[in-house]
């Protein structure tokens, strides 16, 4: 019962296959092999329009380097409190940047809204000491399992965009919420105000495959020598493309989505069935995070189940919210058990 990350979970056997296949004579380095140009042709044929893709290694490295590319002194960026740009990447962006500050915004379910980009833009203004906005970050799906609409990344991206912000998307599971939505990645992305993506793989059936998706390249014209200058250049560039050709044959990708979604809204339904417990916020990725007791986290925890501790909103003296998340390998077994124990 190991609902702990999907960075857990193992690649899938397309992907491993795909690797394989891959696998045989020699090819150019740095990117300028056939399949990296079949791979990135791929990407402009799913999100029906011309793009640069370039290849990181980690989601952190793609978020970064994307901030670095659109730097400026004393600029500013705006995240939700939750992101993990803001939280959890050890200050990659700052470092790489030179010093851009991560301006948290307050969120609702872990969407911002748009008021709240409003009223950063009204209050840090040119001439301001502490800063000057210069980006927009929208973590898709959020920390929080939830997902923006495309309706609502146009909002967000429309004032931003006026000020004159480039436009990022944290895609570390963009496909879950692609599969949750039902919109094409076209309309979740550039025609959505979104200039560029950074495109997670990894978490959803990769070994370790992340690119840097770049919509409007005017607004990031050097990121190419920031990607080279960091050490994220791959030598052997085939091998991610060869990932990716894994994960995009067939639609891999958007089914390895459906699988882990599909697993948390099992588990969630499963949760709030008979009051044991309750659901935080709503289910729309493949994560749910839970309101339950200290001692149904201790007894859980004691028959093998893992799982993080995430946060005290809203709850009772002796509870925890605490996030579960499916992945493509999660078993309808693993579910019911984990209910069952409940």
Not at 227 to 252: C, I, N, T, W
Request: aromatic content about 8%; proline content about 4%.
């Amino acid at each position: 019962m190991n609902f702990s990350s999907d960075n857990w979970a193992g690649a899938s056997q397309p992907v491993m296959d795909a690797l394989t296949r891959h696998n045989h004579g020699s090819a150019p380095a740095y990117g300028a092999d056939p399949l990296t140009d079949r791979i990135t042709q791929r990407f402009r044929d799913i999100f029906e329009t011309d793009v640069s893709v370039l290849f990181t290694a980690t989601g952190t490295a793609a978020n970064a380097l994307s901030m670095a590319a659109c730097a400026r002194p004393g600029g500013l960026v705006l995240a939700s409190e939750t992101a993990h740009l803001h939280c959890d990447e050890w200050g990659s962006a700052e470092f790489y940047t030179h010093g851009m500050k991560i301006l948290p915004l307050a969120t609702t379910a872990g969407r911002i809204a748009p008021d709240a980009v409003a009223e950063a833009l009204a209050k840090y203004r040119e001439g301001s000491r502490f800063g000057v906005p210069a980006a927009l970050s929208l973590t898709q799906a959020t920390e929080c399992g939830t997902v923006y609409s495309p309706g609502e990344v146009a909002a967000l991206t429309a004032r931003a965009r006026e000020n004159g912000l480039v436009c990022h998307m944290d895609g570390a599971r963009f496909a879950n919420a692609l599969v949750h939505l039902g919109a094409t990645p076209a309309e979740l992305t550039w025609k959505a105000g979104i200039d560029v993506l950074s495109f997670g793989a990894t978490k959803n059936g990769c070994w370790c495959a992340e690119a840097m998706v770049v919509f409007n390249p005017q607004s990031l014209p050097h990121l190419a020598i920031h990607r080279a200058r960091a050490g994220h250049l791959f030598s052997k560039s085939r091998f991610v493309a060869a990932q990716f050709d894994g994960y995009f044959e067939g639609d891999h990708w958007l089914d390895l989505a459906r699988s882990a979604n599909g697993a948390a809204a099992r588990l969630a339904e499963g949760i709030g069935q008979g009051g044991r417990a309750r659901v935080a916020w709503p289910v729309q990725a493949n994560e749910v995070f839970a309101v339950l007791t200290q001692a149904q986290i201790a007894k859980l925890r004691g028959e093998g189940a893992k799982f993080y501790e995430w946060s005290r909103e809203g709850c009772e003296d002796d509870e925890h919210v605490v996030r579960l998340v499916a992945s493509f390998e999660t078993t309808a077994e693993e579910v019911d058990r984990f209910v069952a124990l409940l």
